[in-house]
């Protein structure tokens, strides 16, 4: 059996999304952030970077799997799904999963971070994140007006993209004039897999009138 230790996060929908997408059979154990579970010596034990999710995998030897893109990849292997086994196809695939890792999250998270969490609103990070953060929309907009999904077929890249691309409102951006953005981000979340695991654990409200979300998530921002 599979356990996934994991938070209502971008990066911990990831992996409930694909586990459900995939079919594999799991548990899930809620860490909760606002009470800096993730600093506990037991469970930096599992995960050294202190963050989630982290994945046990108790079938293979308790293995141990931090780093979301890491799981993402090595549960598309353990299924055989998701991910093409043809050089060009996954590396295809892997480019775009590292486009989210390395670009689309970093900076969404900047953007989350300065525009809704920081006690004092510095203009000039606001707008360079959420610049960025368009710019790199813009490159998957650019890539999804010839692709239904972001590799091609539909892939772990999608599975990683997807949950950030969701909280768009959160980071103060819109998907307004991105229509090929637009179409794929609704098609997602359609999927009854893609439902189900963005529900693990449920979102909290993120509205405007939520000042609980801003000062729980200003605990964990260390």
Do not use: C
Request: charged share 25%; glycine share 8%.
């Amino acid at each position: 059996m599979i356990e996934l230790l994991t938070s209502e996060t971008p990066n911990g929908w990831k992996i409930s999304i694909a586990l459900e997408e995939m079919g594999l059979p799991y548990t899930w154990r809620h860490i909760k952030l606002s009470e800096k579970e993730q600093k506990a010596d037991w469970y930096v034990k599992l995960n050294p970077n202190g963050r989630i999710p982290t994945l046990i995998d108790h079938d293979n030897d308790d293995f141990v799997i931090f780093e979301s893109g890491a799981i993402l990849i090595y549960l598309a292997e353990k299924s055989g799904k998701f991910l093409p086994t043809d050089v060009k196809g996954r590396s295809r695939v892997l480019q775009w999963l590292m486009f989210q890792m390395s670009g689309v999250g970093p900076m969404m998270g900047q953007a989350n971070v300065f525009f809704r969490y920081a006690p004092e609103k510095i203009p000039y990070a606001i707008e360079r994140y959420q610049r960025e953060t368009l710019r790199l929309f813009g490159i998957l907009d650019n890539q999804l007006a010839s692709n239904e999904y972001i590799a091609g077929d539909y892939s772990i890249a999608d599975m990683a993209l997807w949950p950030w691309v969701k909280g768009y409102g959160w980071s103060g951006v819109t998907l307004d004039g991105l229509r090929h953005l637009q179409r794929w981000h609704d098609l997602i979340a359609e999927r009854p897999a893609v439902k189900r695991g963005s529900a693990i654990p449920p979102a909290v409200d993120l509205g405007e009138r939520t000042q609980q979300t801003v000062d729980a998530g200003r605990k964990f921002l260390v």
